[in-house]
Every structure is written in structure tokens, then in C-alpha cells.
């Protein structure tokens, strides 16, 4: 590993929160900051009987708590969150249209409706519904009937979703999560991380607005059948507006939940519990403690310079980073943990290089854990330099290489 520092930042940005802080700006060929570590721990002392849980601040994703929130496991009934991410994903490229009908073909009508003894929103078999109603359906009612609908009319079959599911998983940044069917039913395949879970409740309630707004409906009726949204935070007058429980033997109990109170927005997940009791309790007093044990501070304005990154072949030495919007981080209040950010990217990176490119990411520690990483971009463009300039640069890489392995001998 190769690693240079670039710059440093001031200790007097994190002062308001009485931590001491160091950034370091550093540059890699492939991984260039150490990996704390991250195991099933509690963070800050707090404790919970989940086995599995992750809570982050929804707009900055900064980490507020986790606990082997990076273990693969069956998540249940909470993978449905990624089949409704596929639909949303499907609408939003105008490849469907929610009134689009579907068939409930007999496989969907006895694996998820009546037959299966699952939650379901009981469709007729061969009845025609709309991607709208299956939606709902899917999200408030869990409707294991309505996923499989929904994964034959756009795949052709359930087997040829579930590889949509991952394939579109890998493009949302989920690096762990697979997937072998749109249920969430017991699949050898079907594992998450409660931190990707996390992930994509975030991405969600980013990127489909008008249809996260479903997740806090509190009923739908479909075919004369009404029936309840099965989220137990929606009851508790906590600023609770989605997202999805979920439950099977090999599971236990699990929720992927989201408040606001006063303006700020938390992402809560908890797994292997062993009562619906138990799942609402402790997904409501991490939920509590998060927004009361925390708070937000500003680390970069928007458009500032957070460090600079080494150019090879171009007009200038180095290209300004900067964040795409301000750079926010959730501390604990009173906390006097030590803070300390890195700028990781492979480099130099070779010019031209276009305003708004991505280079490296910011990762911010707080103690043994990352909590924030935040994708850095260049500042301004930086056009290829002329052919001297080139071989400048070329030169005086080779001698640093040089002296890279000299010291990689020692």
C-alpha cells in the first residue's frame, strides 16, 4: 500500500463539538486508509437484544449506531424493499406504467396467495391487477402474492427478477446482498446486511418521493378486503413513516424503519428479535436514543475545497476536491471522541480531468468506526499539459516509484 499526505485541515472545524480531530489527505494505489473494526459491538455504549442492527441520520448517512451490521442474513419479509426498488426503478425509466395490469398467474396465486398461508392481499387466481394496487399491496400488506405478480410481469418468472434484484443491487452500491426470490420466503440465496439495508432505505426515500409515500399508509382495501400496514412504529407518535417488518423462523423478527422529529430524519434496522413486541421496542428506543443522544455539525460548506489531488500530465500539479452538497456529521452531544477524516483515492490521476469527475471519497472515523463517506469530485477542470509537462511528470513518478519500493523492501 502507498500512501502520501497532501494536506491537512484544521482542528478548529471540530472544536465546536470539544473532539479533537486530525485529517489526513491521503493517496493510494488500492486501499488507502486502515479498516477499523466493526464486529458485533455496541457503539456508545448503548446496548440492544437485537443481534443485527444499524441506525444512521438519513440525509448525510452519517453511522449513529451499529452492531454486526455488516453480517450476511436472512432478511425476510425486508427484501421486499428491493423487489419494490426494481418496480420503482422499472416506472421511473418509463419501462412501466402503474396502471399496467398484471395476470396472478396459479404459481403466484398458491406460493403468495390464499393457498400459502403467507401474508397476502388473497387475489383471485388469474385476475388481472394494476402494478399500482400490487405495489400497495406489496408494501402495506406484505403481500407475498403481489411480489410474485409483480416478478412475472416483469421478468417472465420470479428466478429471472430475483437476478434483476441483485444485478440492480450491485448498481445501488449493495457489494454483499443476494437475492432468490421477491419474497423474502427461506431461500439459500437470499441474504442482506443490515447495513445495506439500511442503504437502500435511504436510496429510497431519496430517489422515489412519490412513492415512499406509501409506506406510511396506514390501510388498503383491494377486493373488499381491508387490511392493515403491519409497522408498529406508525402507531407509536414517534415521527414514524415507513418501512417494512419482516419475520420467518430462521430470521426472527426484523424491522427497516424511518422517523423525523424536528427536521432531522433517522434510518433505523434491527434483525433477530424474538417477539413483534420485542422488534417494536427496540427499533423505537434506538429510534429515541438517536435523536436524543445526537447532533448535527457542519464539517465543509458547500462548494468548499476539502483537499487536493496530485495530476499527472496535466497544465497543473493538482485538481481541487470538493462534495457535491455540504458535508454534515451526526456526534454524539458531549462526546470528546476522537474524530479523524481521510481523502482516499488511487493517484495521481492521470489529466485531463472534467469539473464534477469523481476522484477519491472522504471516510470520517469516529473512534474504531467509519460513520460518513462522502464521494469527492474535482472542483474545476484540468486540461492535459504539454508534451514536456508530460514528461516531467513521468519522470518524477518513476523516481517515486523507486523510492516506493525501496522503502516496501525495508
Known amino acids: 500500500m502507498n500512501m502520501r499526505v497532501v494536506g491537512t485541515v484544521s482542528r478548529s472545524r471540530f472544536a465546536r463539538w470539544g473532539a479533537a480531530a486530525a485529517v489526513i489527505c491521503a493517496v493510494a494505489s488500492a486501499v488507502a486508509a486502515p ?99 400490487l405495489l400497495h399491496g406489496a408494501i402495506i400488506q406484505s403481500a407475498n402474492d403481489a411480489c410474485i405478480a409483480l416478478a412475472e410481469g ?10 434483476l434484484m441483485t ?59 381491508r387490511q ?49 413486541k420485542e422488534r417494536a421496542d427496540e427499533a423505537k428506543k434506538l429510534l429515541e436514543w438517536g435523536f436524543h443522544s445526537f447532533q448535527s ?21 493538482h485538481v481541487p476536491l470538493m462534495a457535491r452538497k455540504e458535508v454534515r456529521l451526526m456526534v454524539p452531544r458531549g462526546s470528546r471522541d476522537k474524530i479523524i477524516a481521510r481523502v482516499v483515492y488511487s493517484g495521481p490521476v492521470r489529466a485531463p480531468v472534467e469539473q464534477g469527475q469523481k476522484i477519491g471519497t472522504l471516510k470520517v472515523w469516529r473512534g474504531e468506526s467509519v460513520v460518513l463517506e462522502v464521494p469527492l469530485q474535482a472542483a474545476e477542470s484540468v486540461g492535459a499539459g504539454s508534451m514536456p509537462q508530460r514528461a516531467l511528470d513521468a519522470a518524477s513518478e518513476f523516481v517515486l516509484g523507486l523510492f516506493r519500493a525501496g522503502f516496501q523492501r525495508l
Open 297 to 317: 455539525g457542519l464539517l465543509f460548506a458547500e462548494g468548499q475545497e476539502i483537499a487536493q489531488a496530485k495530476l499527472y500530465g496535466g497544465v497543473k500539479g
Open 228 to 276: 392493515y400496514n403491519r409497522n408498529p412504529l406508525l402507531n407509536l407518535n414517534i415521527g414514524a413513516d415507513g418501512l417494512k417488518t419482516g419475520f420467518t423462523k430462521e430470521a426472527g423478527y426484523g424491522l427497516v424503519g424511518s422517523a423525523v422529529q424536528n427536521g432531522l430524519r433517522l434510518i433505523v434496522v434491527v434483525n433477530g428479535l424474538r417477539s413483534e
Open 154 to 163: 416483469i421478468s417472465g418468472n420470479e428466478s429471472t427478477f430475483a437476478e
Open 167 to 225: 444485478k440492480r443491487a450491485r448498481e445501488l452500491g449493495l457489494a454483499k446482498s443476494t437475492f432468490g426470490n421477491s419474497t423474502g420466503l427461506p431461500d439459500p440465496r437470499q441474504l442482506m446486511t443490515s447495513r445495506e439495508l439500511a442503504q437502500l432505505a435511504r436510496h429510497l426515500i431519496e430517489t422515489y418521493p412519490d412513492y415512499y409515500k406509501y409506506y406510511s399508509e396506514r390501510e388498503f382495501t383491494w377486493n373488499k378486503i
Open 35 to 133: 479498516n477499523p473494526v466493526s464486529g458485533p459491538k455496541s457503539s456508545d455504549g448503548y446496548q440492544t437484544a437485537a443481534a443485527h442492527a444499524m441506525l444512521i441520520e438519513a440525509e448525510s448517512g452519517s453511522v449513529l449506531f451499529e452492531k454486526a451490521a455488516d453480517d450476511l442474513i436472512p432478511p425476510a419479509s425486508l427484501s421486499k424493499l428491493m423487489t419494490q426498488e426494481v418496480v420503482f426503478n422499472e416506472i421511473k425509466q418509463s419501462r412501466l406504467n402503474p396502471t399496467t395490469e398484471f395476470i396472478v398467474s396459479t404459481n403466484a396465486w398458491r406460493r403468495g396467495g390464499a393457498p400459502s398461508h403467507t401474508s397476502s392481499m388473497f387475489i383471485p387466481i388469474h385476475s388481472k391487477v394494476s402494478v399500482d394496487d
